[in-house]
């Protein structure tokens, strides 16, 4: 039987520190939620920054753009992004008994 999920829509309902964190806690980084591919990240040319660990967190803060989705969290794993190996894993985890 699949999991039942919650989905936040992150536009309307901010992710908060204590979410982003627990991402953290299972991804192993800020850096692995982070999407590059944000527009922002090119108005931004932060491409030429050092960015640290914690300028990636204050940005996902800063801007739901900043975060790279979907992020699923099932059975304590987490899956990050739209990837078709990412999209596998994900609907593999969920539907493994």
Avoid: C, W
């Avoid at 806690?25 to 640290?52: I, P, V």
């Avoid at 204050?58 to 987490?78: D, Q």
């Amino acid at each position: 039987m699949p999991s039942s999920f919650e989905l936040q829509e992150i536009k309307d309902q901010e992710l908060t520190v204590k979410q982003l964190e627990e991402m953290r806690a299972l991804s192993g980084s800020y850096e692995a939620l982070f999407s590059k591919r944000a527009k922002l990240y090119k108005e931004r040319d932060l491409k030429n920054e050092q960015l640290t660990e914690e300028d990636y967190k204050r940005f996902i803060l800063e801007h739901y753009t900043f975060l790279k989705r979907p992020v699923i969290i099932n059975k304590g794993a987490v899956f990050i992004g739209n990837s078709k190996k990412t999209v596998e894993a994900a609907t593999a985890n969920i539907h493994d008994n």
